[in-house]
Nanobody
Framework: QVKLVESGGGSVQAGGSLRLSCAAS????????MGWFRQAPGKEREGVAL????????AYADSVKGRFRISQDNAKNTVDLQMNSLKPEDTAMYYC?????????????????WGQGTQVTVSS
């Protein structure tokens, strides 16, 4: 059974930091694309950061470049998202997603598995 479990969300003031973690199990983690997506109320779910777990290559949305960093721990099957210099517009539900094969894409429909989400709220 595939499971993605997010943790680490919360409330922070603008300029602060949070670290999200996604624990993955039940699939071949070492050859997947893992991604963090977010969805704010009334908006489409959008990609934030992606990592190819086989090569460690990463990609970021323009809105978070230089502020967010995605990383993986293959021994623990976890993917983390370090979020610095947070802004109120970063407020959203953050989801971990896994794509079994074929490389990373920004299209959320390409992802096979999703976590339940963790809320991030940034106040001004």
């Amino acid at each position: 059974q595939v499971k993605l479990v997010e943790s680490g969300g919360g409330s922070v003031q603008a300029g602060g930091s949070l670290r999200l973690s996604c624990a993955a199990s039940g699939f071949t983690y070492s050859s997947a694309c893992m991604g963090w997506f977010r969805q704010a109320p009334g908006k489409e779910r959008e990609g934030v950061a992606l990592i190819n777990t086989a090569y460690g290559s990463t990609a970021y949305a323009d809105s978070v470049k230089g502020r967010f960093r995605i990383s993986q721990d293959n021994a623990k099957n976890t993917v983390d998202l370090q979020m610095n210099s947070l802004k109120p517009e970063d407020t959203a539900m953050y989801y971990c997603a896994a794509k079994k094969s074929g490389g990373c894409v920004w299209d959320k429909s390409g992802y096979n598995y999703w976590g339940q989400g963790t809320q991030v709220t940034v106040s001004s």
